[in-house]
């Protein structure tokens, strides 16, 4: 199915290669090894700045990167928003572009609309997609095993590969990686900006919110949700289920044969001030109250699929934290904020570090002087 999105999607608007800087080199600390430190490492490398990646972590993708669902989100989800449709059509083309071997194809990804409950009939999700040029196919819901009162949509959103992704950072980055590496302290004066005491032209907080220091007083709403997924071994490789629109669940492949389980309602564990206070309602999740959440969750799906527990067995659960703009409207939207040659980026999905690559870039010219036509 991937071929047949190519011709319908738009070029996209954003990451312009004509920002590429030649200027001469600055000494960039990047603090997070995630999908957004990794990816603007790159960028920022291949413009020939001399960069610096502190991961607190003994390995990259420790962080929320390496515990997701691994959606290469291509607009589905986002049936209320043309805007962010938009944003994650771009990024979908910009990722197949620049990583093409790090997301595939799931045969059977199927999208599922429930007749009563969802915000959306699928009349009106068909046609929202439709009028997207988003690839969508009517299936028979039956036939997977959901409930009659369903209507099911074969889509043409991808896996991301993110074992590979890991592997292809970790050896591409390995010289400017230094891991088990916290950055504690940043301090700007007289011109010179030090992390750890050491000096740098700029700093780029690629923790999403979790270094304090690092974003200190440039993004005053944030909050952080700890989040439980479960994992399930299954002999179905090639299937992938979300319901939609609404505080539903998905099913979503993970690696190895097994798949993940996540729910909009259960899968948040709080609302946090902080990644440390996160941090510690995840570690007070104990073996009962996992086991709740988890037959809860299960319930749901049983629900709307049936034959679930058929098809799948718990095996595990892992952690992470999401961090969210209070403001609504902004939720989704990943964003850039500067303080001197300090710069912070709030994440949005996997498939937006291209803005956020493009944004920094900006931001590096400003904080550092590079701007190739600022010296006409
Ligand atoms: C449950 C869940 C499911 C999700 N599913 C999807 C999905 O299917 N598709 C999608 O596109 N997006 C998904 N997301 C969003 C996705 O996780 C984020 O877009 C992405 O991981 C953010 O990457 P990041 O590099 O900004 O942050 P992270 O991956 O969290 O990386 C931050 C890094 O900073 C390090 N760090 C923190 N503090 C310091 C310090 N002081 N010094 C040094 N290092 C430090 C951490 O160890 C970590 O490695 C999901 C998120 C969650 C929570």
Redesign the pocket.
């Known amino acids: 199915m991937s071929s047949a999105l190519d011709p319908h999607i738009p070029e996209p608007e954003t990451f312009s290669p004509a920002l590429r800087d030649n200027g001469p080199a600055a000494k960039v600390a990047i603090?997070?090894?995630?999908?957004?430190?990794c990816h603007i490492a790159e960028e920022l490398r291949a413009d020939g700045h001399d960069v610096h990646i502190?991961?607190?972590?003994a390995d990259?993708?420790?962080?929320?990167?390496g515990?997701?669902?691994?959606?290469?989100?291509l607009g589905y989800h986002y049936a209320r928003s043309a805007m962010t449709r938009r944003q994650a059509s771009e990024g979908y083309r910009h990722f197949k572009k620049i990583y093409p071997t790090l997301s595939r194809v799931v045969a059977n990804n199927i999208y599922a609309v429930p007749r009563d409950d969802s915000l959306l009939d699928s009349e009106t999700y068909l046609q929202v997609m439709q009028a997207s040029q988003l690839p969508i196919e009517l299936v028979d819901s039956t036939a997977f095993g959901l409930a009659p009162s369903t209507t099911a949509f074969r889509v043409a959103e991808e896996l991301?590969c993110t074992q590979s992704a890991k592997r292809l950072f970790g050896a591409s980055l390995r010289p400017q990686l230094r891991l088990g590496?916290?950055?504690e302290s940043v301090e700007e004066a007289h011109g010179t900006l030090r992390v750890n005491g050491e000096p740098f032209d700029a700093a780029v907080d690629?923790?999403?919110g979790?270094?304090e220091a690092g974003g200190q007083g440039m993004w005053p709403d944030l909050y952080f949700e700890p989040?439980v997924?479960f994992v399930y071994e299954s002999q179905l490789h090639e299937f992938a289920l979300t319901l939609v629109d609404g505080a539903f669940f998905s099913v979503y492949p993970f690696q190895d044969g097994l798949h993940t389980l996540?729910s909009v309602t259960h899968?948040p564990l709080g609302r946090c001030r902080s990644h440390d206070e996160a941090r510690q309602t995840i570690a007070r999740q104990n073996t009962d109250s996992l086991e709740r959440t988890r037959r809860i969750m299960e319930k749901d799906v049983a629900r709307y699929w049936p034959p679930f527990l058929d098809h799948f067995r718990h095996v595990d659960a892992f952690f992470?934290?999401?961090t969210k703009m209070r403001s609504a409207s902004d939720a989704r939207v990943v964003s850039v904020r500067r303080s001197g040659s300090r710069i912070s980026?709030f994440?949005?999905?996997?498939?937006t570090i291209f803005t956020a690559a493009d944004l920094v870039r900006q931001e590096m010219h400003a904080a550092v002087g590079r701007n190739q036509w600022a010296s006409l």
């Open positions: 603090v997070g090894a995630g999908w957004y430190g502190f991961e607190s972590q990259i993708f420790g962080g929320a990167s515990h997701t669902q691994n959606r290469l989100h991301l590496t916290r950055a690629c923790t999403w979790a270094w989040c997924t996540t899968t992470s934290v999401k980026v994440a949005g999905k996997v498939n």
